[in-house]
């Protein structure tokens, strides 16, 4: 004998029965894959660790491109290397100056001859040393390996789940000729966050805590402070360019960035925006300045009016 309910409901739980249900299991959802994801993303508290230095923090604002532009900025402003025969091309001018990291090394030796910023990040050398800036980063706990990415992406699967069970109730629903609009509006909500969980970002929060009290310890280098790099010496140049991204290259040395075809008003992901600031390029180490390395980094939605169908 065959037992139907009496109201002919989907799987015997009426439209609103059903939302209320679904929505509390979205929330739990929700915060179970936050949680996750805090836990495989929060990286280690860098206080254990020596400090990184300005180049190490460019890469951790913004990976490898401003970890070159961050170096390259340290080899301008010690008047290393200057502008290309050709637009959008830099050139070694002088000899390696000493005291200056492996990335900018690598930097200087693939300069030797004119090339564009993009063909100097593309020699090996450079790929070399970002590799190692990489891996100490990672080591540190400051950017997230692979596996770790991979691991807080799986926290989106208790979101992606929930969405799934929400297109099985929705095409029952259907199936049985009842009203699903609602549903299909909470799915979709559901499924939109599920895969928005599923974008990890390299830097740990270890890492972006470090980068937000650099940004707070240092300043001074805000582009619209007009900064010189004259004045804050090599490790200040690399600094403002890895704390507030290709803006302090334009506030500094606007017709080198021009030349070398540096993009204008790129922020480091920091949200920092030099819009607005005009410097003219007095304010740059020209080439045959000497500028110091004294500056571093410190460190309920619900269905009413009885509408019984909403959600099958």
Not at 118 to 127: C, I, T, Y
Not at 143 to 163: E, W, Y
Not at 225 to 238: D, E, H, N, Q, R
Request: aromatic share 6%.
């Amino acid at each position: 004998m065959t037992v139907v309910a009496a109201s002919g409901d989907t799987w015997g739980i009426s439209g609103p029965q059903f939302l209320q249900i679904y929505l509390v299991l979205a929330v739990a959802a929700l915060v179970t894959a936050l949680v996750w994801r805090a836990l495989a993303t929060r990286g280690t508290d860098p206080g254990g660790y020596r400090p990184p230095g300005p180049v190490e923090l460019a890469y951790l604002a913004g990976g490898r491109r401003l970890a070159v532009q961050a170096a390259l900025a340290g080899l301008r402003c010690a008047g290393a290397v200057g502008p290309g025969p050709t637009k959008r091309t830099v050139v070694a001018v002088t000899a390696m100056p000493p005291g200056l990291g492996e990335l900018e090394r690598a930097l200087h030796a693939a300069a030797a001859t004119a090339q564009t910023i993009a063909g100097l990040s593309a020699d090996a050398r450079v790929r070399y040393a970002l590799d190692r800036i990489a891996e100490a980063l990672v080591d540190a706990g400051l950017l997230l390996s692979a596996g770790h990415r991979r691991a807080a992406r799986l926290g989106a699967l208790f979101v992606l789940g929930t969405a799934a069970f929400g297109v099985v109730r929705i095409a029952a629903g259907i199936a049985n000729a009842k009203s699903v609009g609602f549903l299909v509006f909470a799915t979709i909500v559901v499924l939109v966050v599920g895969l928005r969980l599923l974008t990890v970002r390299v830097t740990s929060r270890a890492g972006r805590r470090l980068l937000r009290k650099a940004r707070s310890v240092n300043a001074y280098l805000r582009p619209n402070l007009s900064p010189s790099w004259a004045t804050y010496g090599v490790s200040g140049a690399i600094l403002g360019v890895a704390l507030y991204g290709t803006s302090a290259w334009w506030a500094a040395d606007p017709a080198f960035a021009t030349h070398a075809g540096i993009a204008a008003a790129t922020s480091s992901g920091s949200g920092y925006s030099g819009g607005g600031n005009s410097c003219s390029s007095s304010s740059s180490c020209s080439g045959g300045s000497s500028c110091s390395s004294s500056s571093s980094c410190s460190g309920g939605s619900s269905c009413g009016g009885g509408s019984s169908g909403c959600g099958g």
